[in-house]
């Protein structure tokens, strides 16, 4: 059976000395790639023949109490959605008041509401990140500068890279797809009066403990947080997430929603994953992943064509390999779906992301791609 080649890993941020004057590069150019293609691309028609490493939804997921509250939520469809005890019970889980909170169709819809509703001049997302909330932006008509985050720096954020005239700015934590969880401070210094502050926390309750979390904070001027209930929960075709801020931004987000947004199924689930006992299980989940991540990082780390971005708190990895196109096809032919990452702005055609799974499927993924990696080579 074949077994990863031992050697180096080429990369770390770990091992990088942080130069903040290449930390990040302020872009005003919308650039080749494509902001629409999402993990779910990779497995598309073809998904059940792959191993799916290329979206971020944890694996066994819904549960069967989330599954059995959904489904018992199905006998009042006949009824309009009524969101009230959800929200209540979002704002609650987060010590704010109902009036900081909206619930949406998924994060997507909130990037979409951001765009569309509120009076931006000069919006700016920190990249790379989730390419919704720009393609959102662009849709809306605006035009969009980029501050891309470096390599050499491990993807980390420079404060002082983001203008001063941004007076929307977008960053995701933990970000994807580098996994890199940035400090909340050094998020909420960016915060300026006349300035939104959007941070996409849909990944934060994959961190245990929820460290450098942003969400129920009502000391940040400016601040807009999104979180998702898709990746932890496995709920990503019902369509559940929520927005908190200010009650006038809420207010003006609400405004441009139409009538009964989030369907009745999604309210139920909402307000059952705030329960205490959801959020243990979600806490216990995040400390599994976090044991699966250091196992795939030490696999990937014996081999020396591919440099990893180490520092990584999210459910998934970034990576980068010689001839990536060539090997994610190869993956493919063994049986993996990864991400390609050159649909990121700041990443190119040699980035792949992983997503964190069980043990098992880690060990016959290292096996496959030092498979792949030996044919491309080759």
């Known amino acids: 059976m074949a077994r990863p080649r031992r050697g180096r890993a080429l990369f770390r941020s770990a091992d990088v000395t942080p130069d903040t004057s290449t930390a990040a590069m302020l872009m005003h150019t919308d650039g080749p790639h494509d902001l629409r293609h999402h993990g779910d691309a990779e497995i598309r028609d073809t998904g059940a023949l792959l191993i799916d ?26 009824a309009y959605p009524d969101g009230r005890a959800a929200r209540s019970a979002v704002a609650a889980r987060h010590g704010l008041p109902p009036e900081r909170v909206l619930l949406t169709a998924g ?15 000069h ?10 909330p720009e393609a959102a932006l662009r849709d809306a008509g605006h035009e969009v500068d980029r501050v891309l985050l ?29 996994s890199v969880l940035h400090s909340a401070e050094e998020i909420a210094s960016l915060a300026r009066p006349g300035r939104l ?73 909402a307000e059952a994953c705030m329960g205490p ?13 976090a044991v699966e991540r250091a196992h795939l990082l030490a696999g990937l780390a014996e081999f020396d064509e591919v440099r ?37 702005p700041g990443l190119g055609p040699g980035w792949l992301r992983i997503a964190v799974r069980d043990r098992v ?18």
């Open 150 to 178: 470096r390599e050499e720096n491990g993807f980390r954020l420079d404060p002082a890279a983001v203008p001063e005239s941004a007076d929307l700015v977008v960053i995701g934590n933990p970000t994807n797809p580098t």
């Open 197 to 269: 502050l959007v941070v996409d926390e849909a990944f934060m309750d994959a961190v245990p403990e929820e460290t450098e979390a942003l969400a129920g904070r009502t000391d940040v001027p400016g601040l807009v947080v999104l979180r998702s209930l898709t990746k932890t929960w496995g709920l990503a075709g019902l369509r559940i997430g929520y927005v908190m801020a200010d009650p006038e931004t809420i207010a003006a987000l609400e405004r441009a929603q139409p009538l009964w947004p989030v369907s009745t199924p999604a309210l139920a689930a």
């Open 107 to 121: 994060s997507a819809e909130a990037f979409v509401l951001l765009a569309r509703a509120l009076p931006v001049r």
């Open 308 to 344: 990893v971005v180490a520092e990584a708190e999210a459910p998934f990895v970034l990576i980068q390999v010689r001839r990536g196109a060539e090997v994610r096809e190869q993956l493919r032919c063994l049986g993996f779906a990864v991400r390609r990452g050159d649909t990121f």
């Open 53 to 78: 490493l290329a979206v971020n939804v944890r694996a066994n997921t819904p549960p069967q109490w989330l599954r059995e509250c959904v489904g018992g939520s199905l006998a009042s469809l006949a």
């Open 123 to 132: 919006p700016l997302v920190v990249h790379p990140q989730f390419t919704e």
């Open 277 to 289: 006992a959801a959020l243990k299980e979600a806490d216990q989940a995040a400390r599994l992943i």
């Open 361 to 378: 499927t880690t060990n016959r993924f290292l096996q496959a791609l030092d498979q792949a990696l030996a044919v491309v080579g080759g």
